[in-house]
């Protein structure tokens, strides 16, 4: 079991930062991809970053030189540094865990993200 909690969420002016975190307890080391996903209202969820196991990343088209995705293994903390923040990264925000060996996968409950503009 994982469990996932995310935080840092919140209102911020269009051009401004926000850094989520994802607190991470339980089996980590089963997890074989770790991931940010994006959802607003009436749209699918939408995959805006992912970190392996090993150390590659992967990020959205969209949010390419803007966010960056780490994951700190001592404190058990997934991160996703949002800067250059435009209305269009209005979302609820959240982690998830996927456990290849077992094609499984945990969610956090979400964090929502403002930006004004």
Request: with cysteine; glycine share 10%; proline share 2%.
């Amino acid at each position: 079991q994982v469990q996932l909690v995310e935080s840092g969420g919140g209102l911020v002016q269009a051009g401004g930062s926000l850094r989520l975190s994802c607190t991470a307890s339980g089996s980590l080391l089963s997890i074989t991809v770790w991931r940010w996903f994006r959802q607003v209202p009436g749209k699918q969820r939408e995959l805006v970053a992912v970190k392996y196991s090993g150390a590659t990343t992967d990020v959205l088209d969209s949010v390419k030189d803007r966010f960056i995705v780490s994951r700190d293994r001592v404190k058990n903390i997934f991160y996703l540094q949002m800067n250059s923040l435009e209305p269009a990264d209005t979302a609820v925000y959240y982690c998830n865990a996927w456990v290849g060996s077992t094609d499984r996968e945990y969610w956090g409950q979400g964090t929502q993200v403002f930006v004004s503009s």
